[in-house]
């Protein structure tokens, strides 16, 4: 998420958006989004925002790997992986949870 928040602001093609049918300007609030949820897991402050972060990912891959399979572009496969990696992510933190001693 990182990486590609980067690329969004730093790089700022317009063609990646455009090319998949949105409109160019998405892309800033999206990278926006993407800081903002990384923010929310590192920080571990809101177990509902966490939750909301996780689902904005996965939401995010998700639609990322539809809209390239729509367009038939070829490029699905790094959509695919990011959404086996979100899925890992959330399955892992779930089980580090459940493992955890109670601090009470």
């Not at 990384?38 to 177990?47: D, E, N, P, Q, T």
Request: proline share 5%; no cysteine; charged share 10%.
């Amino acid at each position: 998420m990182s990486f590609s928040a980067g690329m969004y602001i730093f790089v700022g093609d317009p063609s990646i958006f455009t090319n998949l049918g949105y409109p160019s300007y998405i892309m800033y609030p999206l990278a926006i989004a993407k800081i903002l949820g990384m923010v929310a897991i590192w920080s571990g402050k809101s177990k509902f925002l966490k939750e909301w972060a996780y689902a904005g990912f996965f939401f995010d891959v998700i639609l990322a790997f539809f809209a390239h399979i729509a367009v038939n572009d070829g490029e699905w496969a790094p959509s695919l992986i990011g959404i086996i990696l979100v899925v890992v992510a959330v399955s892992t933190k779930n089980k580090l949870i459940k493992t955890a001693p109670n601090n009470g």
